[in-house]
């Protein structure tokens, strides 16, 4: 969509370091920077609030090639519209960072302590 901007949460870099040193990428394409709230939003899109809490619960792998880590913000995983929150965390060639999505739809990922991140409000 021309004009369009993300407006979600980055990780930030010495939560993604300590993330990359606990789920080393299984896939070639690390992505492994943000969660999304608005993935369609206009040019004049503001930043999210910041968060009380976040914390990686669950990891993904389809074993084709996409990877996730399953974030809960404020205590849920279900994302407003439907959805569950998550970090894209690598991919292989080919695949998007929005098979996350249907990844996670199946329910395809068990539960695991990756512990409080902190994920800073942004639009890009």
Not at 40 to 50: L, M, N, T, W
Not at 105 to 120: P, S, T, V
Request: aromatic fraction near 6%; include cysteine.
């Amino acid at each position: 969509m021309s004009g369009s901007r993300v407006v979600g949460w980055k990780l930030s870099e010495p939560c993604r370091a300590r993330l990359l040193d606990l789920f080393p990428p299984r896939h070639a394409r690390l992505v492994a920077d943000h969660v999304t709230l608005h993935p369609f939003a206009g040019v004049d899109a503001v930043p999210p609030p910041a968060l009380l809490s976040a914390r990686i619960i669950g990891h993904a792998d389809d074993g084709t090639g996409v990877e996730a880590l399953v974030v809960a913000i404020d205590g849920s995983t279900e994302r407003p519209g439907g959805g569950t929150w998550h970090v894209t965390w690598s991919l292989a060639e080919g695949r998007r960072a929005r098979d996350s999505n249907d990844l996670l739809a199946r329910g395809d990922w068990r539960l695991c302590d990756g512990g409080a991140i902190e994920l800073l409000p942004a639009v890009w």
